[in-house]
């Protein structure tokens, strides 16, 4: 059976027992309200007569006939005669017994012996009692109509309810399968369009919209992981690359000096290459090691770093190897970030041997550090030549400098290293041009929260 069967069978049912349920309580109540009436009349006739036993049937007898009271009036002698006093609409079927008047001395009660009659006696005196009885038949013959009634407004409501139910749900129904049969498409990879519209109820604009979420999430995910595995692949292809030409090198140098046929000075210039050439690959294997460490875990042993003191040593550090370049620097004190002081040592060596290797000897050098909005801002810039494009994330094996050669470059990942920690710290990292016409390397890195407030 379909869902939509289902739901629709559950509704009408539902709708059938409450509208049942209402109209049982609502017979129920309009049954109790005219036994009440009824036990009224017999209990204000038999009032009537309470006071005087000589004058109590007289007194019954006018109420009955002032009120027009439809009730029967019976006087039973103490032998178990009976004489009827009134007739109503629906007389006794059965004579009244001694034990019938006993019992209904004090309420109205219905008999076993008086099928479908309410009864209630009154010593009038001498022996003899009036019995005070009421037909039912008049109200169970309304309680019955009533009960057909509700039966049948009960069917009529819960057939509407159905039509209704089909309509709503077939709509409903329909944006769902539209719904499901997307998102289908969109879990097996095929190329979709825009999420179908949703005409329904609200609860299926709201699925519409969880869907429309996930959806969104999904494809910038897939998207992610496209990018990132054309990423890997270029990673791969680049690094292999750069293993690739220091080891031709080693090999050709390594064959040269097996041969025996080289001169003193081609070993003395193949060993020497040979060296640099591992260095090179020592340099390369110990800058892709790191990047794997900060990428699987950049927050690992973190620990309050004095940013503003670590980075003014170096600084003056960097003024006393190179006493030739013009050097200023702004550094605000007192700045700690929460980082590995390992990590923040290599972002700031990164950015200072670039000026080195990728400027002149005289060209300027100015290291600012200010706080600002909770974050602290290490702006580094040079006199050189500055990059073709700036703003742009540093990838791996990127060289900005295309001119420089293999023999005087690093491994081509000291950028992506500097990008990757700031990353790892909850930061940024951004190319611009510099005041000098030269690079400007600008590091935005979170403050201590101790710090920040």
Do not use: C
Not at 62 to 77: E, F, G, I, K, W
Not at 423 to 433: F, H, N, Q, V
């Amino acid at each position: 059976m379909r869902i939509a069967t289902r739901l629709t069978l559950i509704f009408v049912a539902l709708t059938f027992l409450v509208a049942s349920t209402v109209g049982w309580f609502a017979v129920a109540m309009s049954s109790r309200s005219q036994y009440a009436t009824l036990d009224s009349e017999i209990n204000s006739v038999v009032d009537s007569g309470l006071r005087n036993h000589n004058t109590a049937l007289s007194n019954a007898l006018y109420v009955v006939q002032r009120d027009s009271y439809d009730l029967t009036l019976d006087v039973v002698s103490p032998s178990g005669a009976i004489t009827q006093v009134n007739t109503g609409k629906v007389p006794l079927r059965k004579h009244p017994t001694l034990a019938d008047v006993r019992n209904s001395l004090a309420r109205v009660q219905p008999e076993s012996n008086l099928p479908g009659f309410q009864i209630r006696s009154l010593d009038v005196g001498g022996g003899d009692y009036l019995v005070v009885a009421a037909s039912t038949s008049r109200i169970t013959k309304q309680n019955q109509h009533l009960a057909l009634l509700v039966a049948s407004a009960a069917v009529v409501i819960a057939l509407i309810g159905l039509v209704l139910a089909r309509q709503v749900m077939r709509r409903d129904l329909h944006s769902m399968e539209r719904l499901i049969d997307y998102a289908g498409e969109v879990a097996s990879g095929d190329e979709v369009g825009p999420l179908p519209p949703s005409v329904g109820s609200r609860d299926l604009q709201e699925l519409r919209g969880a869907l429309a979420v996930m959806v969104e999430a999904l494809q910038e995910r897939i998207a992610l992981e496209t990018k990132t595995t054309k990423a890997m692949q270029q990673f791969v292809d680049d690094a292999s690359h750069e293993l690739r030409t220091p080891l031709t090198v080693v090999k050709g140098y390594n064959e040269l000096l097996a041969s025996g046929q080289a001169t003193p000075e081609q070993r003395i210039r193949a060993v020497t290459r040979v060296q640099r050439e591992v260095e090179r690959m020592e340099e390369l294997v110990r800058d892709l090691l790191l990047l794997a460490q900060i990428r699987e875990a950049p927050h690992h042993a973190e620990q309050s770093v004095g940013l503003s003191e670590l980075i003014r040593n170096r600084v003056a550090e960097f003024a006393g190897e190179h006493p030739d370049r013009s050097l200023t620097s702004e550094i605000e004190p007192r700045l700690t970030i929460r980082a590995r002081p390992d990590f923040v040592e290599r972002l700031i060596s990164n950015a200072l041997n670039n000026v080195v290797r990728h400027t002149p000897r005289d060209a300027p050098l100015r290291v600012t550090l200010r706080a600002s909005g909770g974050h602290a801002t290490l702006l580094i810039e040079d006199g050189g030549a500055g990059l073709t494009s700036y703003g742009v994330r540093p990838q791996r094996f990127q060289r900005f400098d295309e001119s420089r050669s293999r023999e005087t470059g690093g491994s081509g990942l000291g950028m992506s290293i500097m990008a990757d920690v700031a990353e790892s710290l909850g930061g940024t990292m951004t190319t611009e041009p510099s005041v000098f016409g030269g690079l400007a390397l600008r590091f935005v890195l979170p403050l201590e929260v101790s710090v920040a407030l």
